[in-house]
T-cell receptor, first 113, second 112 residues
Framework: GENVEQHPSTLSVQEGDSAVIKCTYS??????FPWYKQELGKRPQLIIDIRSNVGEKKDQRIAVTLNKTAKHFSLHITETQPEDSAVYFCAASDSGGSYIPTFGRGTSLIVHP | KAGVTQTPRYLIKTRGQQVTLSCSPISGHRSVSWYQQTPGQGLQFLFE???????NKGNFPGRFSGRQFSNSRSEMNVSTLELGDSALYLCASSIYLADTQYFGPGTRLTVL
């Protein structure tokens, strides 16, 4: 089955810095890669996703890049703000197959004011 | 549009009991997935329902079951509860299979 590794497990940055979270996956059939943000005590919320037919996608201060050959994808947050502090999860799934999503273990992002 | 709702939000049960959790998807969404979230194992996929049929199942014992009704609402049941079943149970809905998923607030289950 699919295996998703996410690094780092904790990331501490100063307000205004950039943050990068990386995920690798094992199943070359995976073609859908969403990222979720989960604030303490709240539900995971989709913040951005990418499908395997594109290499990069941006939405204001966040971007995701995908390298299919190397089987890794990354979340980039620029100009971080304290409200970006949360746990971020990556996931990978094969939307044309069994579509059982596999999640990374999460990255706790702390943005210091 | 109202988001995904889950009831109850909190539950306390004892070992050996059974529990039923409910999920109402976003209006128009036909797919409902269930996940278990624990600090040790992270987010793990339980099962997915679409058009009242279970389409996918994760690696959980048969004590975990679910169903979906004709209005797309879904329930999951856990029988013979164990201490290790204590977790946040999240459901997520999507318009179709393999579509973008939207999570509910979760049901926090504590097994004593």
């Amino acid at each position: 089955g699919e295996n998703v590794e996410q690094h780092p497990s904790t990331l501490s940055v100063q307000e205004g810095d950039s943050a990068v979270i990386k995920c690798t996956y094992s199943d070359s059939a995976s073609n859908y890669f969403p990222w979720y943000k989960q604030e303490l005590g709240k539900r995971p919320q989709l913040i951005i996703d990418i499908r395997s037919n594109v290499g990069e996608k941006k939405d204001q201060r966040i971007a995701v890049t995908l390298n299919k050959t190397a089987k890794h994808f990354s979340l980039h947050i620029t100009e971080t703000q304290p409200e970006d502090s949360a746990v971020y999860f990556c996931a990978a799934s094969d939307s044309g197959g069994s579509y059982i999503p596999t999640f990374g273990r999460g990255t706790s992002l702390i943005v210091h004011p | 549009k109202a988001g995904v709702t889950q009831t109850p939000r909190y539950l306390i049960k004892t070992r050996g009991q059974q529990v039923t959790l409910s999920c109402s998807p976003i209006s128009g969404h036909r797919s409902v997935s269930w996940y278990q979230q624990t600090p040790g194992q992270g987010l793990q996929f339980l099962f997915e329902y679409f058009s009242e049929t279970q389409r996918n199942k994760g690696n959980f014992p048969g004590r975990f079951s679910g169903r979906q009704f004709s209005n797309s609402r879904s329930e999951m049941n856990v029988s013979t509860l164990e201490l290790g079943d204590s977790a946040l149970y999240l459901c997520a809905s999507s318009i179709y299979l393999a579509d973008t998923q939207y999570f509910g607030p979760g049901t926090r289950l504590t097994v004593l």
